[in-house]
């Protein structure tokens, strides 16, 4: 298990490197192009700071980019980082903010949690007079939140969904984590989009997904799905909040030789783009979000507040909706090709 | 009185008696070994770990502590009724599946609008009636420990994933927010629960004939039998008592958790390895309720003093495994030199 996770960690470190190059390059030209004030001979630092990194696991692609983009970011700039990865856990996470607010860092970044367990501690934080910014849940109690923009995310999503499957026959949905806000979001959106198209069915009960175990428990829900409607054509798509669940699904519809149906997730794990990037496979698109981006753009803004800048609500990070069409090209931006 | 009296030694032991001085070192090392790396452990982190010496942080990491400190109480009963044999003594499994499944009563009761009396009380019942059909079938349908609280702790689980769909379910009402919170001088409330619990259990099992019945029953069972000790009651009584624990520490975790969340059967393994590591603390290595208090402390505090060091949080609980291992060991190897 270990061995496997070191691996795991090693591959995505070398990708990190390459994806950072690419990244930087990309988020540089889209920096300038958007917002000439802050591109300026921008001179961050966070020279003498201790800032404080909380991820909620660093399990899956998307924290682990986030993550060690954000500690690099901060060595960069010359600060300390206390970095903490909660493992998944819900009890670990609450003691692991408790035991920050006690050491007192410059500020602390929470990458993803379920709001109504952190919220409290966040509260906290900023009682004690810790400034508290967010990656990817947006909080009251935190003074910005980078995130890639999850309503266009949802809506891209959606729409290429229903594109694909012409505009009508039943989907199967996973919604385990409608607590976590951006699973929220693209959620409601396609629910929004559905809408407009009557022919599309949500099947219900709608699954849910879990974690850990998620590749595994995503492909027993599906085969069961597919014995219950066995006839080809009764389901024309899976969806989930993110890419994982996906994975599964989609291996589930490969080995049951059902791949006419289509899988659509987010997230632009590596594993998933390369099964979108296969004309044989029943994925179908995957929104790629930039992680890396994501967090050295949630340091900067720490970085930015320290030097007494005032921060919008929320920083926004482009995506990538990477299809059967444009993988390739996507890859190639996102620097995993 | 202390129930926690000199045994005779059980069974005959081939090894040669040690030397002299020896010996008396390892008897006092045996004695006093664990409770020494306890404080070097602590004194080391108090050099070199900034913040870890402050009332704040010790009364955060007794708080961060108070969750699997009860649970492993709890257990540390049966271990004493049910006798210290792993596979065949007394054990239970479906502890940790009994606070998901207690959060999740308080969490639905309150949702739905009933009292925070109402819903300490049925969270309570809750645990008492995991313990309960433990007790049975344990008890009176005969099952071993092992098998029958692996079972309970399937269908408790099952029982929670209906009652939450698998989602977190928030929960905000004065009595949570009162017991998530600190006192003035920055210690939560729940480190003082974890010691109160500790007090009243200790008093019970410890020092009344009822907590020295407990250990005859798991120690020595015909004995105990012969002396005419109701043997089906008192470890009957041991499960109900840890299914209690098991109530209670779901209710710490819809405060400490500001509702009922997924992954409460994570909880398990750590709390049975506290429970087991607890008998390093008592001098005749015997589980005891103040030695899993300090078993729960220790790695509480291991965690806490390495995130104070800026340590990885991937090296934490290979540490922490090498630790517990060294522990566990240098008491055995001493415990076996002393015999």
Excluded at chain 1, 295 to 309: E, P
Excluded at chain 2, 39 to 60: D, E, K, R
Excluded at chain 2, 156 to 168: D, F, K, Q
Excluded at chain 2, 311 to 329: A, E, K, P
């Amino acid at each position: 298990m270990s061995i496997e996770k070191s691996e795991n960690g090693l591959g995505r470190r070398d990708l990190l490197k390459l994806s950072a190059a690419a990244g930087v390059a990309v988020a540089g030209a889209s920096l300038i192009g958007q917002k000439p004030a802050f591109a300026a001979g921008e001179e961050l630092s966070l020279k003498g700071k201790r800032i404080a990194i909380s991820a909620t696991g660093t399990d899956h692609f998307f924290d682990l980019q986030a993550y060690n983009a954000q500690i690099e970011e901060v060595k960069r700039l010359g600060g300390e980082p206390i970095a903490v990865d909660a493992g998944r856990n819900d009890g670990k996470l609450v003691s692991q903010l408790q035991t920050l607010i006690a050491q007192k860092p410059d500020a602390i970044v929470q990458i993803l949690g379920t709001l109504s367990v952190i919220d409290p501690w966040l509260k906290k934080a900023r009682d004690a007079g810790i400034p508290v910014l967010t990656v990817d849940v947006g909080s009251t109690n935190s003074i910005n939140n980078t995130t890639s923009d999850n309503w266009g995310i949802g809506k891209d999503l959606a729409l290429q969904l229903v594109s694909d499957i012409g505009g009508e026959g039943n989907i199967v949905v996973f919604n385990g984590f409608y607590g976590v806000t951006p699973c929220a979001i693209r959620y409601d959106q396609l629910v929004n989009v559905v809408k407009y198209f009557p022919k599309v069915k949500i099947l219900q009960p709608e699954l849910r997904d879990v974690i850990p175990n998620t590749v595994q428990d995503a492909f027993t829900q599906i085969t069961a799905i597919l014995n219950k409607y066995p006839e080809k054509g009764s389901i024309k798509a899976i969806w989930s909040a993110w890419d994982i669940p996906q994975l599964g699904a989609t291996q589930a519809l490969a080995a049951a030789r059902r791949t006419e149906i289509r899988t659509y997730g987010v997230d632009g794990s590596p594993e998933v783009l390369q099964l979108i990037a296969d004309p044989n496979s029943p994925a179908g698109a995957d929104v790629a979000q930039q992680p890396a981006e994501i967090g050295r753009t949630a340091i900067r803004n720490v970085a930015k507040l320290l030097a007494g800048q005032t921060l919008p609500r929320e920083t926004y990070v482009p995506a990538l909706l990477a299809n059967k069409t444009n993988v390739g090209e996507v890859t190639k931006k996102l620097g995993i090709g | 009185m202390s129930a926690e009296v000199e045994f005779a030694p059980s069974g005959f032991s081939a090894v040669e008696p040690p030397p002299r001085p020896v010996g008396n070192f390892a008897a006092a090392a045996l004695r006093f070994g664990s409770l020494i790396a306890f404080a070097a452990i602590l004194i080391i982190f108090s050099l070199t770990a900034p913040y870890f010496l402050s009332i704040g942080n010790i009364g955060n990491v007794l708080g961060q502590s108070a969750i699997s400190g009860v649970l492993a109480i709890g257990l540390t009963i049966v271990l004493i009724a049910g006798g210290s044999n792993v596979v065949t003594g007394g054990i239970d499994l479906s502890l940790a599946a009994n606070m998901g499944l207690s959060a999740a009563v308080y969490v639905s009761l309150t949702q739905l609008g009933y009292s925070d009396a109402t819903a300490i009380a049925a969270t309570i019942l809750t645990g008492a009636l995991i313990g309960t059909v433990n007790a049975i079938a344990v008890v009176y349908a005969g099952i071993v420990p092992l098998l029958a609280t692996l079972a309970v702790m399937n269908v408790v689980a099952g029982l929670e994933l209906v009652l939450t769909g698998n989602t977190v379910l928030p929960a905000s009402t004065p009595f949570l927010s009162a017991l998530s919170a600190s006192d003035p001088f920055g210690i939560p409330v729940l480190a003082y629960v974890l010691l109160g619990f500790t007090a009243i259990t200790t008093a019970i099992v410890q020092y009344t004939p009822l907590g020295l019945r407990l250990y005859a029953v798991g120690e020595f069972p015909d004995a105990a039998r012969a002396a005419g000790l109701p043997l089906r009651r008192l470890l009957a009584g041991a499960f109900v008592a840890s299914g209690v624990s098991g109530g209670i520490a779901g209710i710490l975790s819809v405060s400490y958790l500001s509702g009922s969340t997924t992954g409460a059967g994570e909880m398990l393994l750590p709390v049975v390895v506290t429970a087991l590591l607890g008998s390093v603390f008592s001098r005749r290595l015997v589980p005891t309720v103040t030695g899993t208090l300090l078993s729960a402390l220790l790695v509480g505090f291991l965690v806490n003093g390495f995130q104070l060091l800026n340590i990885s949080s991937t090296l934490v609980s290979g540490v922490q495994g090498v630790l517990i291992l060294i522990v566990v060991s240098a008491t055995t190897l001493l415990r076996r030199q002393e015999a």
